[in-house]
C-alpha cells in the first residue's frame, strides 16, 4: 500500500504565507503525479496544484502567481508554498499522488488533510 501524510497547516492572517508538505511512503514502483486539493466547508473539493514525474505542473486559475508545487529530491516529497493567502483559501488541504506499486499494480493515494485557516 501507498500512504501520504500531510503537514504545515495552521492559522494565519491575510498577506501571509504558509507551506505545507507531504510525504509518500509504501511500496510504490513509480509515482506519476503528486499534487493537492482542496475542500471548504459546503463547496466540492477542488484541485489546487498538480506536479507530473516530469515536473510539469498545473494550477487552479485562483491560485496562480501565488501558489508554488514542487517535489523534493527524493521525489517522495511534494510541497505547496502558499504566499498572499486570502480568506477565501481557507480549507482543507488534501495531497494525493498516483502511480504504480511494486506489484504492478495502479494506486492513488489521498491523506487526511490539514486545515488552513486564513484570516481577514
Known amino acids: 500500500q501507498v500512504h501520504v501524510v500531510e503537514s504545515g497547516g495552521g492559522l494565519v492572517q491575510t498577506g501571509g504565507s504558509l507551506r505545507l508538505s507531504c510525504a509518500a511512503s509504501?511500496?510504490?514502483?513509480?509515482?506519476?503525479?503528486m499534487g493537492w486539493y482542496r475542500q471548504a466547508p459546503g463547496k466540492q473539493r477542488e484541485l489546487v496544484a498538480l506536479i507530473d514525474n516530469g515536473g510539469n505542473t498545473n494550477y487552479a486559475e485562483s491560485v496562480k502567481g501565488r501558489f508554488t508545487i514542487s517535489v523534493g529530491s527524493a521525489k517522495k516529497m511534494v510541497y505547496l508554498q502558499m504566499n498572499s493567502l486570502k480568506p477565501e483559501d481557507t480549507a482543507v488541504y488534501y495531497c494525493t499522488a498516483d502511480g504504480v506499486t511494486t506489484s504492478v499494480r495502479n494506486f492513488d493515494a489521498w491523506g487526511q488533510g490539514t486545515q488552513v485557516i486564513v484570516s481577514s
Open positions: 509504501g511500496s510504490f514502483f513509480v509515482i506519476n503525479h
